[in-house]
């Protein structure tokens, strides 16, 4: 009996025991190969993050891998040793999907390094500045991505109204500026709460989303809309979102104020005087600002910037064909633009790096493959030195005089340039942060 009991147990516990090591086998196997993606994320200078980005709590972290599943990019995330820990942190473009998946609050979103800061103007939990009154939502304050933009909109809104603020009726009681995801949001929910407002927008409807090209997709993942409910969206493009929200836009009787940019905000008493390029004057009692974290492309500072044959973003490619083009930059979008440009068109990519970094996997691929194929000519180490109607002069790897190339259309992609001077103006303060907790758990 008892021999029998010692040879049941043994055999449960032996059972037991190889299910255990088939299983830390398992793990260790899947920890190895996340550490090698590690390994070539360091390689192609895509482990240090650039932008906001998820910091793991190692000691609450239980490995659920909720995280990992609910990146829609994928390979940001994986699980080492049984604890979370990141890969490709440069490719996080701040969706916030592994916050909010996480079961145990293990996740903090931060914008910002120990070494590498990010300029951020000041704001608070409810979204106000240091200016009372002046209201900051979306990527300028370091939440970017369309989601969050929204959500954002609608809450700095939200907290503006519980303020209380003192109505008058010789002033609005809102400026939006900036009529991208957290603008459009900010609007609606304004309405919602029957406010007497304004939303003014430099370009077009849609902000930074309305330079992408038509055919991008921007939306991924459903998302609430203020006046609209659930917008169940997946692989949405650009053209697509546009004509939802001006048809929400249209619903709602909103109508925004397109190719009107904002030059100063000046307080005053009981508010804010807010003066257009354009020369215009609007008193309000608070103001939001939506621009985005690139008030402005980035200038090259070369010669012929200025001709009509230069942009600075491309919004239908399917239009130019035939064309000698060069565009310029190493970063996604300047390499989407040479991808969608290059069947109909002759292009040149120009970098000045040695090689391209902190690309989106894909779009790394994509251009691998393209000069592989000799669809795409890239040149590297290259910098534009002048442009002229019909051709350009192009420094080719750090050779002392720049050469000719012939050419129609010069695109750049240089980056933007954080209003600065325009926050500063307002009074708002802007400090650099490094490794700053953008959103926690409370």
Not at 78 to 87: E, H, S
Not at 201 to 224: H, W
Request: charged share 25%; glycine share 10%.
């Amino acid at each position: 009996m008892l021999l029998e009991e010692i040879l049941i147990y043994g055999a449960a516990l032996l059972f037991c025991l190889v299910v255990l090591w088939f299983y830390w086998g398992r793990q260790k196997k899947k920890s190895r190969y996340v550490e090698s993606k590690i390994e070539k994320a360091k390689q192609d200078g895509t482990f240090e993050p650039v932008s906001l980005h998820p910091v793991i709590d190692p000691f609450t972290c239980i490995k659920s891998g909720a995280c990992v599943e609910a990146c829609p990019e994928k390979d940001i995330i994986g699980i080492v040793n049984g604890r979370g820990t990141l890969i490709n942190a440069s490719q996080c473009i701040g969706h916030g999907a592994c916050f909010h998946a996480c079961p145990v609050e293990a996740i903090s979103l931060v914008i910002g390094t120990e070494k590498r800061g990010v300029d951020l103007p000041h704001v608070n939990q409810d979204f106000e500045t240091n200016v009372p009154g002046i209201y900051i939502a979306g990527e300028l304050g370091g939440m970017g991505l369309i989601k969050n933009s929204v959500e954002q909109g609608e809450a700095a809104v939200e907290s503006m109204v519980k303020s209380g603020f003192q109505k008058d009726s010789a002033m609005y009681d809102l400026v939006i500026v900036g009529a991208g995801p957290a603008g459009i949001s900010a609007s609606l929910t304004a309405r919602k709460h029957g406010l007497n407002f304004l939303t003014l927008e430099q370009d077009s409807l849609g902000g930074t989303v309305y330079n992408f090209p038509r055919s991008k997709l921007v939306m991924t993942a459903p998302m609430n809309l203020p006046l609209h409910g659930k917008m169940k969206l997946y692989d949405t493009s650009k053209s697509e979102l546009l004509g939802i929200w001006q048809s929400v836009l249209g619903k709602s009787e909103i109508t925004i104020r397109e190719h009107t940019k904002v030059e100063t905000i000046e307080a005053e008493k009981g508010g804010f005087t807010v003066t257009t390029l354009k020369g215009e004057v609007f008193r309000t009692k608070n103001v939001l600002l939506a621009i985005g974290r690139r008030g402005s492309p980035r200038k090259l500072g070369v010669p012929g910037e200025g001709l009509e044959n230069v942009a600075y973003k491309l919004l239908e490619p399917e239009n130019i064909q035939g064309k000698r083009v060069i565009v310029v930059g190493g970063g996604d979008s300047a390499i989407e633009a040479a991808l969608s440009l290059m069947e109909e068109n002759q292009v040149i990519l120009s970098y000045r790096g040695e090689a391209f970094a902190r690309l989106k996997p894909k779009n790394k691929e994509k251009v691998e493959k393209a000069m592989q194929e000799g669809t795409l000519s890239v040149l590297l180490k290259s910098n534009l030195t002048q442009i002229e109607p019909e051709r350009v002069w192009m420094r080719l790897d750090g050779k002392p005089d720049p050469e000719p190339v012939e050419n129609d259309l010069v695109y750049i992609f240089a980056g933007g340039e954080l209003p600065t001077q325009f926050l500063e103006k307002a009074g708002v303060r802007i400090t650099k942060r490094f490794g700053y907790t953008v959103k926690k758990y409370k």
